[in-house]
């Protein structure tokens, strides 16, 4: 036996994207609801945190499932969910998705050492209590999320000794002039200028290896000046992001270059399936916003309301597009990983196992790449883009993540049934 709920409009995902949406589809739809996975509302980038956003989720007629995670759609309509261990399946007539996204992560020699995370991996891991005050931290990778991080952490009390990104130079300032457009990320911008000041930061530059027996004790830089070493106890990388975009391929949407395909409602190919926020871009918070709002309201039947944010979506994918071309990672990052540089860690597959297959199936029947607990959400982007062939990620089969027997049982009835 399974719960059972019934919505008129269902939400997946109770980040920016999916709270603006539940907020606008509340003001008129009936019955709303929102399941994510996280412990509350808020996503990856508030995590938990109250703010206007999340205090008017608390506020609207909209039915939160917190610790709830999508994993399969056993019929039409239908979604099946897994709350703590226990099978939940959410009968809708819209559905929303706000899947949000993920980092990436590149494989070089070392970064399967322990303390070597993502970016934003650390910047979480330090919001939920872990001890950074005095501990040494190098940041690597590629765009302005490294900022943020450097500055939460070095707030927080860690010593940043250096932030690399790998952009050139050239193509940061071509930027930096680009944001008049938006004179809030000017702000933005200018406070975390002064939040770093005194920390060493490099453009042109990259992780080489990261050293050390079983824990990282040092990076290896490239620099534009030479290799420089750094010693550290957390080396922070992310090359940018990665759109969540697995369940809504398992639904049939429709994608395009790894992103969810929508129309100017965000409707996609799916008819009665919407999509906000990163699956059909990366943009940032205030994209994400704009886009869950003309979603919720679209849904919700109400698209005059939808239409009068047209503009502000336009101005924002602008700003998404320069954020693309500024930090776009270079050729050089894709021969990072030696032969035997391990690029799945859950199967512990080689660069040299993984490249001798013909592709992502045989890379998963021959060499279990991407067969581990993360389903291949680490290594398909970071062997896409080393091997440059394409298909690795975006893996559409059920369930989405690993559940629990019942709730697999639980899909298996409701095939049955449907």
Request: glycine share 10%.
């Amino acid at each position: 036996m399974f719960r059972e709920e019934h919505c008129g409009i269902l939400i997946a995902g109770a980040g920016p994207a999916g709270i603006a949406a539940a907020c606008a589809a509340a003001e008129s739809a009936p019955s709303v609801a929102v399941l994510d996975d996280n412990i509350a509302p808020g996503g990856q980038i508030w995590r938990a945190k109250e703010n206007r956003w999340t205090a008017q989720l608390r506020r609207a007629r909209v039915r939160v499932f917190s610790g709830t995670q999508a994993v399969a759609s056993p019929g039409p309509n239908t979604i099946l969910a897994e709350q703590n261990g226990e099978p939940l399946i959410f009968h809708f007539e819209k559905l929303i998705l706000a899947t949000g996204a993920r980092e990436l992560y590149l494989p070089f020699p070392g970064w399967t050492l322990a303390g070597v995370t993502g970016a934003g991996g650390l910047q979480a891991l330090a919001q939920s209590g872990l001890p950074v005050e005095g501990k040494r931290v190098v940041i690597a990778g590629s765009g302005p999320l490294l900022l943020a991080v450097a500055a939460h952490l070095r707030a927080r009390g860690a010593i940043v000794d250096a932030i690399a990104e790998q952009a050139p130079r050239e193509r940061l300032l071509r930027f930096a002039a680009e944001l008049w457009r938006t004179p809030a990320k000017i702000a933005q911008a200018a406070g975390l200028q002064w939040a770093l000041r005194g920390v060493p930061r490099f453009t042109d530059a990259w992780p080489i290896a990261a050293n050390g027996d079983r824990r990282v004790t040092s990076v290896t830089l490239h620099t534009p000046k030479g290799t420089r070493r750094f010693n550290c106890d957390y080396l922070a990388c992310g090359f940018g992001l990665v759109a969540n975009v697995e369940l809504p391929a398992l639904l049939g949407c429709e994608l395009r270059a790894g992103l969810v395909a929508v129309d100017a409602w965000q409707r996609t190919s799916a008819g009665n399936i919407f999509c906000a926020g990163e699956p059909t871009g990366i943009g940032g918070v205030d994209r994400s916003l704009v886009e869950g709002r003309i979603a919720g309201y679209a849904a919700a039947g109400r698209h005059r309301h939808a239409q009068r944010l047209f503009a502000a979506r336009r101005r924002l994918h602008a700003f998404s597009s320069a954020l693309e071309r500024a930090f776009a990672l270079r050729d050089e990052l894709r021969t990072l990983a030696g032969a035997h540089t391990i690029v799945c860690r859950c199967e512990d597959v080689t660069l040299e196992k993984a490249a001798a297959q013909a592709g992502p199936r045989a890379a998963r029947l021959h060499a279990r790449c991407g067969m581990g607990a993360c389903q291949g959400r680490i290594c398909g982007p970071a062997l896409e883009f080393v091997l440059g062939r394409a298909g690795a990620s975006g893996h559409a089969r059920p369930p989405v993540f690993p559940v629990a027997m019942a709730t697999l049982a639980a899909c298996r009835e409701e095939e049955t049934n449907a």
